[in-house]
């Protein structure tokens, strides 16, 4: 396995955002083909542009990919018009995040083969995100220097029990020309399950563990060697669509229409992440949500009087702590008063109203897998 | 004075339904011009129709008359196709119930002036209509055969602080013709304010107070005693009204139009029945709620499953003891989701959504206050 020099690998820097979530925690604004990361809920923008802006400074538009679904590739077009038509990669169906990953990297193994390349979450919040550069690129650099995967690592503010954790090893010492960035990097010991709350706040204090963050950085040639030895079908797969997409693009769609569905569900962490021994975990010096119910989003709203958050024309007595979303069009909105209401969530759309008491959030999921069971809601999801 | 026989004065048994309330409680649903007691709540029937049903037994309709505002007028016409056009008096402008109850008797006392008549409240919810019309008579009976003023008075099943209450003295000995329903009447001796908890917990264990639930039932020249000794204006009033009424009826609006806005605001309570000494408790037999508020209104609604009432389209998740109240048009309805919601109430209308948590619901008049102080809001009242 060849490493080429920082230098010239920075032309060959890519990024790949994941954006093929299936949209149930943020019902009924987000449906099925409007997933959270393509509803416009910050100042007009979506999660998948910002992650977009976020990632420009780093590496050239015409290096930012985007891996979606067949229901959700207009939108994504839509939202990124400023991007190359070619830059986004539709999935024939859903085959969870190993699928994903092999079908991102292939495409940029094609253009690139000394490619390095970072697959990244497409609905998470950094504000900072000028740090979150600097980690990135140290990351890429490291990734074209060494044959390691690298995965940013978030170090706990509490001790959430929703995450999967990383628990990190000695700090790595860098080589002789030090990274630009001054990241610290870890070897990654294990990659451990969501836990329970104590052994959550077991995990805060002890300092040696990450929230696993979903965001990967490795080179063409090393995902290859670690599908090699850990997932040899989708090792194949990708060596194949490369080939495709090299030689003969326009046969690309069909191949991957064939190919695709037959490949096993399997995540990213679990085919690779967990088994690779040569893992390296950068510590992430910005802030990070990965916006996971309409709670976490109230946090990010600019609130009011009583901590209220009114994305609406709202009335309130004697309420607090809650987030009233009106998504229904101008001329059909009318005024949500409460009374004696805390730490609610009201969302209105065209065709369904929600309440969901902030504690409760997570189980929006289920309600929707409630709207599924019953034909009369088809058309809310 | 003079009374009647029992059998003679059935003739003339009156009942007056007080109709003028202001809609307050159950915004958004209730209005100015459209409140508590003419919303088609109950099987698409209101308050203000069952009210009338309830006395039908015992008072022929052309006997019932109602007493409301030239807002609600049109509405209550509407609702009562079946009264006589005249039994619906109208207010010219509110001055609480007293001078309601001055007009109210004059017009029945231009009738007949050996009226016995009831003045009672249209918006409250009794569901024993049988054991109602039973103490009703016997109160009618009793007001025919003596001088006095016989109030409805309510056993308490709590200590309610939300009621004025009436102390009651000894059980009165019948006089030789029993009355046939075998109604219990006490002497009143004292009517008093609502109560702080620890008092009403006190009335409620001693057994000797009522609430008042402000059910009227006297002769009309008993009552002309009443207010020429208390109020001699509002006497004046009655004897003039009744006069024009009698001789000059086409001229009665005009009248009432001069003379009624001259009148106090003051109301039957304190203007008469504190002051009075010749005040009689029937003893109700009868469950009673004066449906004070939507938390008071969801207990008469059929409870599903986790005790939700739903005249809604909803869906409900880990959520009980809710109200989900949807009067928009059929076609411009949503469903409507619960997730983790206890005992809200939630009340959308065409022009506004109200979320209240059941404990609260007393300050939806605090709301519709501050609705009133944003000319934005004036439409919604």
């Given at each position: ?8 690998q920075s032309?060959c820097f890519y ?99 000394d490619a390095v390349m970072a ?21 890429l650099l490291?990734a074209a ?72 950085i490795w080179s063409y ?161």
């Amino acid at each position: 396995m060849t490493q080429g020099t920082a230098a010239s690998q920075s032309d060959c820097f890519y990024v790949l955002l994941m954006a093929g979530g299936r949209g149930e925690r943020f019902w009924p604004l987000s449906r099925r083909d409007t997933p959270k990361h393509l509803l416009p809920l910050w100042n007009g923008r979506s999660l998948l542009q910002l992650a977009v802006e976020r990632v420009a400074p780093v590496v050239p538009r015409e290096r930012i990919l985007v891996i979606t679904t067949v229901g959700q590739a207009p939108k994504v077009r839509r939202q990124l018009g400023d991007l190359p038509a070619g830059n986004v990669i539709v999935e024939p169906v859903g085959r969870d995040t190993c699928a994903a990953v092999t079908l991102g990297a292939a495409l940029v193994g094609a253009r690139c083969p000394d490619a390095v390349m970072a697959m990244l979450p497409a609905d998470h919040i950094i504000h900072d995100v000028q740090a979150f550069g600097t980690v990135l690129r140290d990351a890429l650099l490291l990734a074209a220097r060494e044959p390691v995967i690298v995965t940013l690592g978030i170090p706990p503010t509490e001790p959430a029990t929703g995450y999967g954790y990383i628990r990190v090893g000695e700090p790595r010492t860098s080589g002789p020309a030090d990274l630009p960035g001054g990241t610290r990097f870890y070897n990654a010991e294990a990659f451990v399950e969501k836990p329970s709350l104590d052994r959550a706040r077991e995990y805060l204090q002890s300092g040696r563990y990450r929230w696993n963050a979903g965001m990967f950085i490795w080179s063409y040639a090393t995902l290859l060697e670690g599908l090699r030895e850990h997932q040899p079908r989708m090792h194949e797969a990708a060596l194949r669509w490369a080939e495709t997409a090299r030689t003969r693009p326009s046969r690309l769609r069909a191949v991957l229409a064939h190919e695709y569905p037959e490949l096993p569900r399997i995540s990213i962490d679990y085919a690779l992440m967990e088994k690779a021994r040569n893992v390296v975990v950068a510590d992430a010096t910005f802030d990070w949500d990965d916006v996971g119910s309409w709670t976490a989003l109230a946090r990010h709203l600019p609130a009011g009087e009583n901590g209220n958050v009114f994305e609406a024309e709202a009335v309130a007595v004697d309420s607090s702590g809650n987030l009233v979303y009106d998504a229904r069009s101008r001329g059909t909105r009318t005024p949500v008063a409460l009374v004696g209401m805390q730490d609610t969530v009201v969302v209105l759309t065209r065709d369904a109203v929600l309440l969901v008491h902030k504690s409760q959030a997570q189980k929006v999921r289920e309600l929707v897998r409630k709207l599924e069971e019953d034909p009369r809601y088809r058309k809310l999801l």
